[in-house]
C-alpha cells in the first residue's frame, strides 16, 4: 500500500455487534469517517452486525472479498501484530482444538472460559491470551474467515492506544467509544463532543439539532418489552444461537421483568456473556433470528463517498460479485435474498427512528428514500 491507496471500509448501520442502538444514524457516522480519511463507506448487513463475533467478521470480510478490488484488509488489535493473531486462527479452526473445546463446555464453563482453556493446550498459555481482550478476538476472527475463504487478502493490524475497550476516561488518553457514548447520556455533552474526532462532533451536532440525536435503547424500552411479552417460547428458542437453552431463561425472564435490565440481569449466568443476551433481545425487537441470516450478504450499499470513493464504485460495477445497491428501489429486480434482507433493513430503520429525541422526526419508510452521502 502507498499513499495514493485508496481507503474502503465496512460499518455497522443503525444497529451494532454489542447488540444496543448506535448512538448516530449509520449515514451520519459514514459521512463522518469520509471527512476523516476514508473514501467509501460500505454498509455492514443487519443480520451479520449485530451477530456474533463469528458471524460478524465473516460478513465484513466476504462484503469486502466480494467488491473484487480489496487488496489488504486493515482491524484494530490490542497485539499490534497480523501474525500471531493468524497462527492462533490457524489452531482454532483444526479439528483438535474443535475436539478440546466440545470437551471444555461440556463441563458447564463459558464459551470463552472453554476456548481459552483449549487454545492453552494447543498453543501455549502466551498465544491463548491474545483471546482475552476484545480487538484481538475480533481480529482472530476475520483472520478465520480469511481462512475459510482462502482469501490472499494482506493483513494489517493498528495498535489500539489509548482506553482499552469499555475503558473508562483517563486523562490524556484516547477515550473508548462507551465512555464517550456515558458522557453523553450523563449530561457531559461538551466534553463529550470534545473527545470526538472533529468530523464525528460536526456530524453528532448536526444529528442533534435536527432531533435525531442522541439515540438510546431506553428510549424504547416499553417497545421492547412489549415485543418481548407478546413472544411465545417457541419464538424465544428460534434466537437461540447456540441451541444451548438460554432461550428459557430470556423467555421465563421477560414474562414478569419490568425492565430490560432486569430482563438480561435474571437471564443472567456466568455462562453467558451479556452482549449475547443484549443481542437475543435486540433481534427478538427488530424481528430477526440467526437461521434468517444467508450466507453470504447479498448485495453492497454505499453509505458514503468522496470522489475516490465514486471512483471505486464505478470500478466494482465490473468486479463485484454481488449487486451494488445505491438507490434502494433496484433491490426489487434482485433476488429474493437480496429483497428480505432489505426488508429487514428497512424495518430496522423504522424502530431505529422511534428513538429519536423529536418523534416529528421518526416517520416510517425512509429507507427507500435514503442513498449514500457523496462528499
Known amino acids: 500500500m502507498g499513499a495514493d491507496s485508496a481507503i474502503l471500509c465496512v460499518m455497522s448501520g443503525n444497529f451494532v455487534q454489542r447488540g444496543d442502538f448506535a448512538l448516530v444514524s449509520k449515514y451520519a457516522r459514514a459521512e463522518a469517517a469520509v471527512r476523516s480519511g476514508a473514501d467509501l463507506v460500505l454498509e455492514l448487513p443487519l443480520p451479520w452486525a449485530v451477530a456474533s463475533a463469528e458471524r460478524f467478521a465473516d460478513g465484513g470480510v466476504q462484503t469486502l472479498l466480494s467488491t473484487g478490488i480489496v487488496t489488504h484488509l486493515a482491524f484494530g488489535s490490542e497485539c499490534g501484530a497480523a501474525e500471531p493473531l493468524i497462527q492462533l486462527a490457524g489452531v482454532l479452526t483444526g479439528e483438535a482444538f474443535s475436539r478440546r473445546l466440545r470437551e471444555e463446555l461440556s463441563v458447564g464453563v463459558s464459551f470463552a472460559a ?3 482453556r483449549a487454545a ?6 502466551e498465544t491463548a491470551a ?6 484481538n478476538i475480533l481480529g482472530i476472527e476475520y483472520c478465520k474467515s480469511l481462512l475459510r475463504h482462502g482469501s490472499t487478502l494482506k493483513l494489517l493490524t493498528v495498535p489500539r492506544q489509548g482506553a482499552a475497550h469499555d475503558g473508562a476516561i483517563a486523562e ?5 467509544a462507551s465512555a464517550i457514548r456515558s458522557l453523553i447520556e450523563s449530561g457531559e455533552r461538551e466534553r463529550a463532543l470534545s473527545l470526538m474526532a472533529p468530523a464525528m462532533a460536526s456530524a453528532y451536532a448536526a444529528e442533534e439539532a435536527a432531533g435525531r440525536a442522541p439515540v438510546f435503547a431506553h428510549t424504547c424500552e416499553r417497545a421492547i418489552l412489549a415485543r418481548l411479552r407478546t413472544m411465545g417460547e417457541t419464538d424465544f428458542a428460534r ?9 428459557r431463561r430470556v423467555y421465563a425472564a421477560a414474562r414478569t421483568a419490568p425492565s430490560v435490565a432486569e430482563v438480561l440481569a435474571r437471564a443472567k449466568t456466568k455462562r453467558y456473556a451479556y452482549a449475547r443476551l443484549r443481542r437475543m433481545v435486540l433481534w427478538a425487537y427488530l424481528g430477526l433470528a440467526p437461521d434468517d441470516c444467508p450466507a453470504a450478504p447479498p448485495y453492497l450499499r454505499p453509505l458514503a463517498a468522496n470522489e475516490n470513493g465514486r471512483g471505486l464504485l464505478s470500478q466494482m460495477r465490473s468486479t463485484a460479485s454481488v449487486p451494488i445497491l445505491t438507490k434502494p428501489a433496484a433491490v426489487r429486480r434482485m433476488g ?21 429525541p423529536d418523534l416529528a422526526r421518526a416517520a416510517g419508510g425512509q429507507a427507500w428514500k435514503e442513498g449514500p452521502v457523496m462528499c
Open 114 to 116: 472453554a476456548r481459552q
Open 120 to 125: 492453552e493446550e494447543l498453543t501455549s498459555p
Open 130 to 135: 491474545l483471546l482475552r481482550t476484545p480487538n
Open 172 to 176: 490524556g488518553e484516547t477515550p473508548s
Open 239 to 247: 434466537l437461540d444461537e447456540g441451541r444451548e437453552g438460554l432461550y
Open 336 to 356: 429474493p435474498s437480496a429483497k428480505a434482507v432489505f426488508e429487514w433493513e428497512s424495518r430496522a430503520a423504522d424502530l431505529y427512528a422511534l428513538a429519536y
